[in-house]
């Protein structure tokens, strides 16, 4: 499976983007499909998750309200809609892909496949 990421970019504080994850290479039935960043000096944190099948969500606190995830069967995708965005979520944002538990889908280790990744900058 490969995944490829794209939507990032720089936006004013309380502004909007939407990430998007196209899969490729394979079914992701079954497959839990992550978001994840990382700021430079910090470890790779969870943002959000979603099961391709049943569409369940999961969201890290800190973006919890303003973040959606979500699925699109049809075009295989998964997309990340970022609404009042704030200067501590700028980051590298990554797609990830695997047959996830539910105690294990806030974990990056629990994933097998990545994308390459999509800078999101916001500034003050």
């Known amino acids: 499976v490969q995944l490829q990421a794209c939507g990032g970019g720089l936006v004013q504080a309380g502004g909007s983007l939407r990430l998007s994850c196209a899969t490729s290479?394979?079914?992701?039935?079954?497959?839990?499909m992550g978001w994840f960043r990382q700021a430079p000096g910090k470890e790779r944190e969870f943002v959000a998750a979603?099961?391709?099948?049943?569409?369940?969500?999961y969201y890290a606190d800190s973006v919890k309200g303003r973040f959606t995830i979500s699925r699109d069967k049809a075009k295989d995708t998964v997309d990340l809609q970022m609404n009042r965005l704030k200067p501590e979520d700028t980051a590298v944002y990554y797609c990830?892909?695997?047959?996830?538990?539910?105690?294990?889908?806030?974990?990056?280790?629990?994933?097998?496949?990545w994308g390459q990744g999509t800078q999101v900058t916001v500034s003050s």
């Open positions: 979603i099961r391709w099948n049943g569409g369940i969500t």
């Open positions: 290479g394979g079914t992701v039935s079954g497959y839990s």
């Open positions: 990830a892909a695997g047959r996830v538990i539910v105690s294990t889908v806030r974990s990056p280790n629990a994933y097998v496949y």
